[in-house]
């Protein structure tokens, strides 16, 4: 029997020596628990789509022409109005969020240029925000982008099976895009529905900026997520919100156990007779 | 790391945040403050690779030293260490990412001082790292300053990558003289070599930075060194030879010539020492032609307010308006436009600028490229006028350029009308500035080397080059017998007849004056070069041989002939104002021509004999100015 110790330090170089196998760029980060996402079949814990820097590629690089639409200038100069004119770069996050919904789902570089140019600031300060908020993709992502909660409550609840369904269902590694460019999966951090978890959010970006949705998806198991996901494929839009079918939101299932009638209000002093 | 205990906290309190108050009962040395701080001390080695020992900042590195006063002896962190990639940020600054503890210094000196936005704190959490998302080389004339302010090894710098450790090195604190701000460096050197060069505290001048082109440029201090006296022989080639020869051959053509047909030269590395005894030897000679390269056919020499900035470097801080007329200074000084700089970012000072399209890192108004808008606001006509009509303090810099213009009386005599109409010299304010480009410039032009250039090359029989690459050699006759006394085989070599070497700024002791006026120093920190002497020794040994004995043997004996011709150049560390006001010139009565201005300094990187011959300079130059 070794030593807890070099017990330890085995266990280690095991779970590296897998991070490493995966992708070049995913084994440039070492995963900061590689066991304990070994069983997820996922080795590297990413928050975000893409790394740290920008690799230039003929689909994303800053030679690209890139600007907003007519429509959605219309909303820049809206989201602009709402600083002074000597702070344009308050309006930088709600700007990169237009882009990415108008860019399918993932801001290029050429679309920091863009807006760092709009408001006035080297792109380099663009490039920051952009790299700090893991809900800007910075690769591509599919057009319903399925983010699964991860944190303690969903997790408890069996999130690491609903992503487990849907990497297997898809046939893709988490962050990676289906080959008809459909789906992608992400992890995401709590979004607050830990009453209804386990969760997933979809990002629609299939109808731009106009039509864009970001709907919850809560009580899920995993055959219910691969229907939801086989929906969205057929074009449907399926309910959002709990699919617990015997809840609505997030009461109880099967109604109210308590709480029945009007709540008695509080015991308070009797206003009129003042 | 700066937490300090404070009476009734119940928590120990980031000194550096925090306000002192009056009544404040601060321990900066109890268990409490020792605990924290040993704290900080675990999570910032949390990520930090145990990599001191092939680490170029060991034995100066703040991490460090703070660990060896708060650091465990052990760590209690057991998951894998962070790495982090590596970036290219060109030919001079080497990155390893994985040491960077995210201080950020780097990041904020870009911005604010170097004024060059390409560095940014990327990602978040433990994922956190500095860098510049896109590929993108710092092309900032002041990068290396990113590896004095980085506390650890994230930041070095790459060409004394792995020479030497900083506990093997001697310092020596002196001056540059690769541009005329004469910034205050410390040599680092082992043995005979420069190892490297870093920047000393001098507020008044270059604060705590130094320009790429002065921490860099010392490998050329080691290539195309001149070390022995030669002779170009009937073949053309070079011989070597003994001092004795060599000084007897240009003593015995200095006899042969007219006494008019000589002429001296001084480079633009010179010391006034040398500049004196050359002075003194061609005046002893029976010629008067003795100039310093890069003052122009007509040099300003009367009066010193006509050719130093009489604001002085820090002064320019008071200013709320500038005029730069045909100077770049961030290729020119790039220490003064770091000041500028400073100025324009803290009281948001307008910046005018007449001349050629050039760079500037803050904002600016370009009025024009040529005198004619010079003229206009001389005239009240431009609009710029209003703005200098209510500065408070306004400042008006022209550059060393305009020196070789031949319309340079007419240009400064507007300048002038220009300070006259708005206000620019008072008593208690001088605004009136002429930027100069060169070490020597100042001390030349106080010691009265103003010869005509053109005049007195195209008649010489026996030119004497002191380290002066930059004359037009085409100018010289073919029959003229060219001595080159200098230290690097530059472009003047291929003309010299007789090679006498001498030695560089870091292996003399000189007196150099820089644009504001002020005297410093260089302390010798490395021996010579082979054969090499001191430029002032040479030319009295030549004397010597010559049959016109100058009259001093020492270094002392050079600077007391020094004080009688210009007092101001013995006073160390002082800056003596100018007394006389421009007010007793005669009147001018040439016209302004309309030639634009022309860019003077064509390549930051390479601009004298020491900075051509440098491999580092020459790296930057093909890769950070690469259009």
């Not at chain 1, 760092?116 to 920051?128: F, G, N, S, T």
């Not at chain 2, 709320?320 to 220490?335: I, K």
Request: hydrophobic share 35%; glycine share 8%.
């Amino acid at each position: 029997m070794l030593p807890p110790a070099a017990r330890l330090a085995a266990r280690r170089l095991l779970g590296l020596a897998t991070s490493s196998a995966s992708d070049s760029a995913a084994a440039r980060r070492l995963s900061r628990s590689p066991i304990s996402y070994a069983a997820a079949g996922c080795s590297s814990r990413l928050f975000s789509t893409a790394l740290n820097y920008h690799l230039d590629s003929p689909e994303n690089n800053p030679d690209m022409p890139w600007e907003f639409t007519e429509a959605n200038m219309k909303k820049v100069n809206e989201i602009l109005s709402h600083y002074p004119s000597n702070y344009k770069q308050s309006g930088i996050i709600p700007m990169l969020d237009l882009a990415q919904q108008q860019h399918g789902g993932w801001v290029p570089v050429a679309a920091m240029n863009a807006i760092a140019k709009i408001v006035e600031v080297a792109p380099i300060r663009v490039y920051e925000v952009a790299t700090f908020y893991t809900m800007f993709n910075r690769t591509k992502v599919g057009k319903y982008h399925l983010l699964v909660c991860g944190t303690t409550p969903c997790m408890i609840r069996g999130s690491r099976e609903i992503e487990e369904a849907l990497l297997e269902h898809l046939g893709v590694k988490r962050n990676e895009v289906t080959s008809d460019g459909l789906f992608s999966v992400g992890e995401m951090e709590c979004m607050g529905c830990c009453v209804n978890a386990p969760m997933i959010a979809v990002a629609d970006y299939s109808k731009g900026s106009e039509g864009y949705t970001y709907n919850y998806y809560e009580d899920l198991t995993p055959k219910r997520v691969v229907e939801i996901v086989e929906m969205l494929k057929r074009g449907e839009t399926p309910p959002r919100g709990t699919q617990h079918p015997e809840r609505k939101n997030c009461g109880p299932a099967g109604g109210n156990t308590t709480l029945h009638g009007e709540p008695k209000p509080p015991p308070c002093r009797d206003l009129d007779a003042c | 790391m700066c937490l300090v205990e404070v009476e009734k906290s119940p928590k120990p309190v980031a000194s550096c945040a925090m306000p002192a108050l009056p009544g404040m009962k601060i321990k900066t040395n109890t268990p409490v403050a020792k605990k924290a701080r040993e704290g900080v001390m675990e999570f910032l080695l949390m990520n930090h690779p145990l990599d001191c020992p092939i680490c170029d900042q060991g034995g100066e590195c703040d991490l460090q030293d703070q660990s060896m006063a708060f650091g465990a002896d052990r760590g209690r962190f057991t998951e894998m260490k962070r790495s982090v990639v590596d970036k290219n940020l060109g030919p001079l600054v080497k990155t390893v990412m994985t040491r960077c503890i995210q201080c950020t210094r780097c990041v904020r000196f870009a911005s604010e001082v170097a004024g060059v936005q390409d560095l940014g704190m990327l990602g978040r959490g433990s994922g956190e790292e500095i860098g510049t998302y896109v590929e993108k080389l710092m092309t900032s004339e002041l990068s290396g300053n990113v590896i004095d302010i980085c506390p650890v090894g994230a930041l070095t710098s790459k060409p004394f990558a792995f020479k030497a450790r900083n506990w093997e090195l001697k310092g020596t604190e002196t001056i540059d003289v690769t541009d005329a701000v004469g910034s205050n460096i410390r040599v680092d050197s082992r043995g005979p070599e420069v190892m490297r060069i870093v920047p000393r505290l001098n507020e008044d001048i270059n604060e705590e930075w130094i320009s790429d082109k002065t921490r860099f440029c010392y490998d050329g201090l080691k290539r195309q060194r001149l070390n022995d006296p030669m002779i170009r022989g009937t073949d053309g080639r070079f011989k070597a030879v003994t001092w004795r020869d060599a000084l007897a051959v240009v003593a015995e053509v200095l006899q042969q010539v007219k006494p008019e047909e000589i002429t001296g030269v001084a480079g633009k590395l010179s010391d006034a020492e040398s500049m004196m005894a050359l002075k003194d030897f061609v005046n002893k000679m029976g010629s008067d032609k003795v100039l310093c390269e890069g003052n122009g056919p007509s040099p300003p020499a009367d009066l010193r307010s006509n050719y130093l900035m009489n604001t002085s470097i820090a002064g320019l801080e008071k200013a709320d308006v500038f005029l730069l007329v045909g100077t770049q200074p961030r290729v020119e000084a790039a220490m003064v436009n770091a000041r500028i700089r400073k100025t324009v970012r803290a009281t948001q000072a307008k910046v005018a600028y007449i001349g050629p399209p050039t760079d500037f890192n803050y904002d600016h108004e370009h009025l024009g490229t040529g005198p004619q808008t010079l003229v206009e606001i001389a005239e009240g006509r431009h609009p710029f006028c209003s703005t200098l009509q209510s500065a408070k303090n306004p400042v008006i810099i022209a550059g060393a350029g305009l020196f070789d213009r031949e319309d340079q009386d007419a240009l400064f005599s507007t300048i002038e009308t220009v300070a006259k109409k708005f206000n620019v010299v008072r008593p208690d304010w001088n605004g009136l500035n002429v930027l100069l480009l060169h070490a020597a410039q100042a001390a030349a032009l106080d010691l009265g080397l103003v010869a005509n250039p053109t005049e007195s090359i195209k008649s010489t029989k026996f030119l004497y080059l002191m380290g002066a690459d930059d004359v037009d050699l085409d100018k010289v006759p073919d029959d003229a017998f060219v001595v080159y006394q200098g230290h690097h085989g530059d472009k003047a070599v291929y003309r010299a007849n007789v090679i006498l070497p001498s030695s560089a700024f870091s292996e003399k002791e000189g007196t150099y004056e820089n644009t504001e006026g002020c005297t410093q120093w260089t302390i010798p920190a490395v021996p010579t070069v082979g054969d090499a002497r001191d430029d002032w020794k040479i030319l009295r040994a030549l004397s010597e041989v010559a049959g016109a004995q100058l009259p001093y043997d020492s270094l002392s004996g050079v600077r007391d002939r020094i004080s009688m011709v210009a007092p101001n150049l013995v006073h160390v560390d002082e800056r003596e104002p100018c007394t006389i006001s421009s007010e007793v010139k005669p009147p001018v009565k040439q016209q302004v021509s309309s030639t634009p201005f022309k860019t003077v300094v064509e390549n930051f990187y390479m601009t004298d004999a020491i900075t051509r011959a440098s491999k580092i300079m020459a790296q930057c130059s093909a890769t950070l100015l690469k259009k």
